[in-house]
């Protein structure tokens, strides 16, 4: 692994006192970012450097279920760290069990992304907070409502004033959030092992072969699926139906163009986020597999590189191989992305 030091001052802030004493200093030092070989660094915005406590605080909002308006659900309801912090749903499920709107993404490298939600919609990771908090279909909730909340907590008013110098508002809600979710950073699968420390008995055969035709002109998979993460972040209609119910970034951009058109996933740790596509609507990653064999729905905005593929029963099962060696056991398992 390389280390960098994100964050470039070290915050002290007095507590305030209480009953007549002192409170201890509590200091707050940057948070030492472990970068997987063969990662760049994220990036970081100016005014939410990473350091400790405002990790530290953004994990504890994260498990919060005061977070959601009846105090029934968390982040982390849709957002499971053993599913690599999605929820294995269809489509996620909001307070009273009101039916979401899309299959929740995996929040894995989530720093890396230059924009959010499966249609684009939000530019920032701190804008994209406020969303489910205030969607009756999930949170139902204020991000008001949750500051009054973080204000009745003391460690979260102290943490506030360390990690930011002022008390909970909307502004420490979401820069605390997309702090933590910033260290949600995945990239040690046994393909990392073959492919950046040339560990060549990290992955089977099959694999082997499934990585050599994933990158082949036979399938085009890694056009779209490029990159250290497996993905160029682009938009792409993939021919999943002749006529969407979600028209996609149809819906942000008002383009015919980007009809049926979603954000392109990444693949690490793919076998533990089915089902798959934006709404959940293919259950196995075979399945995916020979959704792409068979060249997809005739929609007239589906990307030229949708064709069938022709591959063998053997190739099909190399792909799925292949997928599976992009699983980052230690990622689910960190301790430090849990409650």
């Not at 709107?101 to 490298?109: E, I, K, S, V, Y």
């Not at 075979?286 to 593929?309: C, F, M, Q, S, T």
């Amino acid at each position: 692994m390389s280390y960098t030091y994100l964050g470039s001052i070290i915050l002290l802030i007095i507590g305030v006192a209480g009953c007549g004493k002192d409170v201890p200093l509590e200091v707050d030092e940057p948070y030492l970012l472990q970068i997987p070989e063969g990662f760049p660094s994220p990036p970081m915005p100016a005014e939410n450097q990473l350091t400790q406590k405002r990790v530290e605080l953004g994990r504890m909002l994260f498990f919060d279920k005061a977070l959601s308006a009846d105090s029934t659900l968390a982040c982390a309801s849709c957002h499971l760290p053993a599913l690599a912090f999605t929820d294995g749903r269809k489509v996620s499920q909001g307070i009273q069990q009101a039916p979401g709107f899309r299959n929740a993404p995996t929040l894995g490298n989530i720093a890396y992304h230059p924009y959010f939600f499966r249609d684009g919609g939000v530019p920032t990771l701190e804008q994209q907070v406020l969303a489910p908090i205030e969607d009756p279909a999930e949170m139902g909730f204020s991000v008001w409502g949750v500051v009054d909340r973080m204000m009745g907590n003391p460690r979260y008013v102290a943490l506030s004033q360390v990690a930011y110098g002022r008390q909970p508002d909307a502004f420490v809600l979401t820069r605390a959030l997309a702090a933590f979710e910033r260290t949600l950073i995945t990239g040690n699968a046994p393909f990392d092992h073959f492919f950046f420390k040339k560990d060549t008995a990290a992955i089977s055969p099959s694999a082997l072969r499934g990585f050599q035709l994933f990158t082949s002109p036979k399938t085009s998979c890694s056009v779209c699926h490029a990159g250290f993460d497996f993905t160029d972040y682009s938009f792409r209609n993939i021919g999943l139906y002749e006529a969407y119910p979600d028209t996609g970034r149809k819906r942000i951009t008002g383009m015919d163009s980007d009809y049926g058109k979603f954000k392109v996933p990444s693949l690490r740790n793919v076998q533990l986020t089915a089902p798959y596509m934006h709404d959940g609507s293919i259950a196995t990653l075979r399945e995916v597999i020979l959704h792409y064999n068979a060249g997809g729905a005739n929609n007239p905005y589906k990307d030229p590189l949708i064709r069938p593929l022709h591959l063998t029963a053997t190739e099909v099962e190399d792909l799925e191989h292949f997928l599976h060696a992009l699983t980052d056991l230690t990622f689910i398992e960190n301790s430090s992305l849990h409650p």
